[in-house]
């Protein structure tokens, strides 16, 4: 049994990796994602870094949906790794889409334990991989922080730091709620703040993805004021006036 899963394993990461046109090699990031839990293509990878290297010097980096905190690590790293001074901001409420029951399903797990036990994996992997990094996570949904955001407000994050919201935004990973309702709510969110010459990845936006993303994805492109960057295979776009 043991033997099959691995081959399962393996068979699966191969299709990603054959709908994954460029990706990043870095002995770090094997090994981050070794210990931090999360789900991340590889081609998402290679888009973050194209993103943070070309980032405008103007703005922050925003981040919608926090997990167990892989792709924030990530960010801080690739941020090290270009020399990039622009404050990272997160939002999460960590209410996952599918846990609106009472036990994780084929366990003895409250849902509402697990959500407590991510969050403080969270916490946890963001102040050990990103430890000499500033990172500010506002326990909030999306539009609540695009809110506190658009009005400035002044909040405490989960590491007990006060910030002030709100000003320019380079760069925004759109990966919380995958709906198209949603999706493009948070779009128009980020829209308003983003600086001429950031970027936009959507999360689970490709072409082959059965979530809402990939419709807002496709809509955002076909404005005169956006480009596509890449499909790899998710939907990275720029905005260019």
């Known amino acids: 049994m043991i033997k ?14 054959k709908l994954t046109f460029n990706k990043v090699d870095s002995y770090y990031l094997k090994w981050l994602g070794f210990a931090n839990a999360g789900m991340m293509n590889a081609g998402n990878i290679y888009q973050l870094d194209y993103a943070i290297k ?23 790293w690739m941020k090290v790794k270009y020399n990039k001074k622009n404050i990272l901001f997160t939002c999460d409420k960590w209410d996952f889409e599918g846990s609106n029951i009472e036990y994780l399903q084929e366990s003895n797990i409250l849902f509402s ?34 809110n506190y955001w658009a009005s400035s407000s002044s909040k405490f994050d989960v590491f007990g730091n006060k910030i002030n919201l709100g000003g320019e935004i380079a760069f925004c990973f759109i990966d919380g709620d995958h709906s198209y309702k949603q999706s493009l709510k948070d779009f128009k969110n980020v829209d308003k703040f983003l600086t001429i010459g950031g970027f936009i990845l959507f999360d689970d936006s490709a072409d082959f993805s059965n979530f809402g993303s990939r419709r807002t994805a496709k809509e955002v492109i076909s404005k005169p004021n956006y480009k596509l960057i890449s499909k790899n295979p998710n939907y990275l776009v720029q905005k260019i006036c």
């Open 113 to 146: 334990d697990y959500k407590i036990f991510i969050k403080e994996s969270f916490i946890r992997n963001i102040s050990f991989f990103s430890k000499n990094m500033t990172t500010h996570t506002i326990e909030a949904y999306s539009d609540e922080f695009f």
């Open 4 to 17: 099959k899963i691995s081959i399962l394993r393996k068979n699966i990461l191969r299709f990603w990796h």
């Open 54 to 76: 070309n980032l405008p010097e103007n703005g922050a980096i925003v981040e919608i949906g926090s997990f167990s905190g892989l792709s924030t690590n990530i960010i801080n």
